[in-house]
């Protein structure tokens, strides 16, 4: 009924309407349906905007340009943890093309931002693998706004310990990214147990170090406008700010 007092989010009221329209006052589902179908039609032509893509090669700059995006106060705030890790695959995007380190080696696309690692059999959230053989040469997982934690760092020894991967990164953009010395230990065994790489640090500072390496820093941004595009979890909101932040 319309007084169905659950909260289901902004679609409650419209939803209501609608169904309100066609169980109580007897009107055409079909028609119902038609008009949903144009206004959002409507709605999603409304949102399509283009996207700045700066050209400044200044690394303060860009990193301040990336940290406002990720900490801006948002709305919607569905969809915001995703930017660091796009802002992190755009980089990657470039330095594997730059570095001999990644010879041989290509960047695995990225997964559905609400995929669970359990059901695609990833054990990152950007994994670079071996162009012949499909193996996990070096993962990162990202945490936005989340402190570094031994729930986190077993985790991570959970995804490795079959694997054959090289180098295994859990950057954060928490303020709290350095691990104490019991997080260390743990780090520390880990890494002899798998030899595998343990690398723990703040998001922030890592792209910093990564801008470094790359030729032309600017080329990061095709990259990411292309991602905040296509990505399915970025929201109108998030590719609006980011225009608003490139002009400041």
Not at 30 to 37: N, R
Request: charged share 25%.
């Amino acid at each position: 009924m319309l007084n169905y007092d659950e909260n289901i989010g902004d679609i409650k009221e419209p939803f209501l309407k609608t169904f309100n329209y066609v169980e109580e006052d007897g009107e055409s589902a079909a028609v119902a349906l038609a008009c949903l179908l144009h206004y959002q039609m409507i709605l999603l032509e409304s949102k399509k905007i283009t996207l700045s893509i700066p050209k400044t090669k200044d690394i303060q700059l860009i990193i301040s340009l990336f940290r406002n995006h990720f900490f801006y106060e948002y709305k919607a705030s569905k969809g915001a943890s995703r930017l660091p890790v796009l802002a992190l695959y755009a980089v990657y995007s470039v330095l594997i093309e730059q570095m001999s380190r990644y010879k041989g080696m290509k960047l695995k696309p990225l997964e559905a931002h609400s995929a669970a690692d359990s059901q695609t059999g990833a054990i990152g959230d950007i994994e670079i693998i071996e162009e012949n053989s499909g193996e996990v040469f070096e993962a990162i997982e990202v945490k936005h706004n989340i402190a570094i934690s031994n729930r986190i760092i077993h985790s991570a020894a959970e995804k490795i310990m079959d694997k054959s991967v090289n180098r295994y990164y859990i950057l954060t953009t928490h303020q709290n990214c350095e691990p104490d010395n019991e997080l260390s230990h743990l780090i520390s065994k880990i890494k002899a147990m798998y030899n595998c790489q343990l690398i723990v640090n703040g998001l922030v500072p890592s792209l910093k170090y990564y801008l470094r390496l790359l030729s032309d820093p600017s080329l990061v941004f095709p990259k990411y406008v292309e991602l905040l595009v296509e990505d399915k979890a970025i929201k109108h909101e998030h590719r609006d700010i980011w225009n608003k932040l490139a002009i400041q």
